[in-house]
Nanobody, 117 residues
Framework: QVQLVESGGGLVQPGGSLRLSCAASGSISSINTMAWYRQPPGKQRELVAR???????NYVDSVKGRFTISRDNAKNTVYLQMNSLKPEDTAVYYCNAVLGVLTLLSWGQGTLVTVSS
């Protein structure tokens, strides 16, 4: 099974930017939809953004206009560009392949994003 490794998290001040990467151990070109999720401290994991193989994207309302999801099938990598970060964006961020509401792969270790002054 394809394994996922997230990276790029860190500590950033409010208003700052980070770019997260999700590297897959195998090809993602046949996976229609990839997504980023996040789990804030003490809360449940939530869907943040999705991207199809055709490049269609959608986002949770709280990140629209600030986050951009993209994918590079040649590199088997999915990205999440996060701008204008807010303290409420603090969470562990994960990626996965999705089919409807189902996730298809085992979760990686995630990458921690902390937004704080």
């Amino acid at each position: 099974q394809v394994q996922l490794v997230e990276s790029g998290g860190g500590l950033v001040q409010p208003g700052g930017s980070l770019r997260l990467s999700c590297a897959a151990s195998g090809s993602i070109s046949s996976i229609n939809t990839m997504a980023w999720y996040r789990q804030p401290p003490g809360k449940q994991r939530e869907l943040v953004a999705r991207i199809t193989s055709g490049g269609s994207t959608n986002y949770v309302d709280s990140v629209k206009g600030r986050f951009t999801i993209s994918r590079d099938n040649a590199k088997n990598t999915v990205y999440l560009q996060m701008n204008s970060l807010k303290p409420e964006d603090t969470a562990v961020y994960y990626c996965n392949a999705v089919l409807g509401v189902l996730t298809l792969l085992s979760w990686g270790q995630g990458t921690l994003v902390t937004v704080s002054s």
